[in-house]
């Protein structure tokens, strides 16, 4: 008989944590949902093999907490998704500077922190799994205004491609995600713009570009169910690859930044705005 698996997820309040979460419930997995604001979740908490957990990625007490009660409901962890995630966008002048340290804290140091926190856990059970959604943002740019959004993506990547020289002798694998903009997500509800009441000088751009995401409907967005997919084959290692481009737009991008030099991709991006 198989040992039944589970997966931790961070961010399951909306959007793909939470779509994963239910897909590998209903498919015989137990899942450690987790989310900032537990109190305020009563769907998730209707499945048997969901248990739901209190976590902020940026806030180390709480991942030390949350790992160990996971690992206390669930005995052993054989994969964790870091899924949370947020984007800054606007012009990097007119940007907080509370705002900067948070776009890292949340979509890079948030996964340092998970990682970290289940290292010692994978060691002791002589392997697992760390599934890292990033976006097609973390392996080109593609938009102005988005320089911090990329960078934190970016970092990700490093971090992830960087470790996976180091935790493969311990048979921990490290996958990353590289999605687009999907359907049934709050990521452009959740969106922090840098903005300032007396500089114009980005005015053109921020509203092109608020109008272009504005402007995009269900036929220019993937379908989340492709990247949940994506995310079970890789937990279930029916396949192991280490970047998954996943959609339409990071498919066509992906593609084009491959074929141009460096300077033509981001002309070509630029003639867009
Ligand atoms: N949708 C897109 O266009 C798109 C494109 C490429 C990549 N992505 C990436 O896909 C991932 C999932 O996003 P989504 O599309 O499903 O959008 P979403 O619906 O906004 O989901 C993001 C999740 O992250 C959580 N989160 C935010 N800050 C957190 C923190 N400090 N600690 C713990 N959880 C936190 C949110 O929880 P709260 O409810 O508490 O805020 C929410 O559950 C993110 O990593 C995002 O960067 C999204």
Known sequence: MNEQKTIFITGTSSGLGKLTAKYFAENGWNVAATMRTPEKETELTAYENIRVFRLDVTNPDQVKTATEQAIRAFGKIDVVLNNAGMGTYGALELAKEEDIDWQFAVNTRGPINVIRAFLPHFR??????????????????????????????????????????????????????????????????????????????????????????????????????????????????????????????????????????????????????
Request: charged share 20%; hydrophobic share 35%.
């Open 124 to 273: 002791a059970n002589g392997g697992g799994m760390f599934i890292n959604v990033s976006s097609f943002m973390g392996v080109t740019t593609a938009v102005p205004l988005g320089s911090l959004y990329n960078m934190s993506k970016f970092a990700l990547e490093g971090l992830i491609e960087g470790l996976y020289y180091e935790l493969k002798p311990l048979n921990i694998e490290l996958r990353l995600i590289e999605q687009g903009g999907s359907k049934g997500n709050n990521f452009q509800e959740s969106i922090v713009w840098n903005t300032h009441p007396e500089i114009t000088a980005y005015d053109g751009l921020t509203e092109k570009l608020r109008s272009i995401m504005a402007g995009a409907d269900d036929s220019q967005l993937d379908d989340p169910m492709e990247i949940v997919n994506v995310i079970h084959s890789l937990a279930t290692r029916e396949t192991n690859q280490f970047r998954n481009v996943i959609g339409s737009t990071g498919n066509q991008l992906m593609q084009l930044r491959h074929s141009l030099p460096i300077e033509e991709y981001m002309d070509t991006m630029r003639s867009y705005f």
